[in-house]
Structure formats: C-alpha cells, structure tokens
C-alpha cells in the first residue's frame, strides 16, 4: 500500500511529497524544494522518525524551485536523479535560473539526470507500481506520477487546483499542455486525487468539471 505525505518549502511554496510503500518502508522523494540547511535537516530526521529508506529521487521537472535540494538528497541517501530527457537542458542550467529568478544565497550545481523515464514507464516502491504520465507544455519534460492503487497522481506544475501552469517560461507551450492535460489527466478516474506541484489537493472530477481551462 503507498501512502503519501506532503511538505511546503521555500518562497514559491512548493509542494515536495514524499510516497513510501508501507510493506517494504521503500520511499520515493518528489520535487525537494528545501532551500535551507535547517529544512534539509528536519526533512531528513522526519525520513529517519518514519523508518523509511529512500530509493528515488523523482522530478516532476527541473525548473528550480522544483529542484532545489536534489543535489542534498542525491548525497544524503545515494539515489540519482529521476526525470524526462526532455527537461536535461533545465538540470544543466539551475544556476541561470536561479539568476534569472534573483534568488539570493542560492549557489545550485549543475543536475544530470541518472534515469530517464518516458510515457508509460513504471517505477515501483516495494512491488506497488507508479506510472509515468508525459504532460508537457509547462516545460518540455513536465510528467506526473500516477499511483493506480492508491488512487493519487502527483501532477507537478500542469495542473493545479482551478487553474493550470504558466506557459511563459523558455519551453513552455499553452496548447500543447491543455491537450496533455486533456489526454493524460482528465481521463484518469474521476475519484483520482490529485496533487500539484504548488497549492492544495484536488480531484479529476472536481477539474474535469469546474476547472475554467477545461469549460
């Protein structure tokens, strides 16, 4: 059975979820935000206080703020890093980013990608399966983490709650992430629970049928 715990880190209160299989304690890190070392220190005495171990470090793409501790969990727990190829590009340049977002104090190293996953790929913690969901148009590389058995879908910056993410950013593409949103996400199960990358949860119904981008 996986279940899923939510933290919120640094000035662009990202959401970095933490899902772990509770038979086998194995745990997978998504998007860590943690742009401090007291956050990245708390973060891992809550890891420890669980019992987990952690076996992937899972981007949902690399714009910084989604990134900012990969390098800090990448040591801490000897995982490399999870993501599209397609977002490479993005890893490699953090530190441009972190200029062109004026982010102060933050020295981030180039991030290289150790496993590249695709559409329809499945990663699994324990023998529970999570399924990759290509949805690009907020960055080239954008994908969402479903959990089937669970009945939860991490969906990073493509959709949020009411609304869906910023096509302005280099890469980005507005039509191109409405018909990933309409043919990856929408047709999940109505009851899926879905967690975005900024912002509280919702479900693929309650945007289905209210989100304003899909009326």
Not at 74 to 95: F, I, M, N, S
Not at 189 to 208: D, Q, R, S
């Amino acid at each position: 059975m996986l279940k899923i715990d939510r933290f919120e880190y640094n000035l662009f209160g990202v959401n970095t979820y933490v899902i772990h299989d509770t038979v086998s304690m194995e745990a997978a890190v998504v998007d860590p935000g943690m742009d401090n070392p007291d956050d990245c220190e708390q973060f891992a005495q809550w890891i420890a206080r669980q019992r987990l171990q952690v076996t992937m470090l899972i981007n949902t793409h690399l714009h910084i703020d989604h990134a900012l501790a990969d390098a800090y969990v990448e040591a801490r727990y000897g995982v490399g890093l999870t993501a599209c190829a397609d977002d490479a590009p993005l890893g490699r340049q953090l530190k441009e980013q972190a200029m062109m977002f004026r982010l102060r104090g933050i020295n981030p190293q180039p991030e290289e990608i150790s496993t590249e996953v695709k559409q329809g790929d499945t990663l699994y913690l324990g023998t529970e399966p999570l399924k990759v969901l290509q949805v690009p148009g907020h960055s080239p590389g954008s994908i969402a983490i479903y959990c089937p058995t669970a009945g939860f879908v991490i969906t990073g910056d493509a959709l949020f709650r009411g609304s869906i993410g910023r096509t302005d950013l280099p890469g980005g593409s507005h039509p191109q992430l409405i018909g990933s949103i309409t043919s990856r996400l929408l047709t999940l199960p109505a009851e899926t629970v879905v967690y975005p990358g900024h912002g509280p949860a919702t479900t693929i119904g309650a945007e289905a049928t209210s989100n304003p981008y899909f009326r």
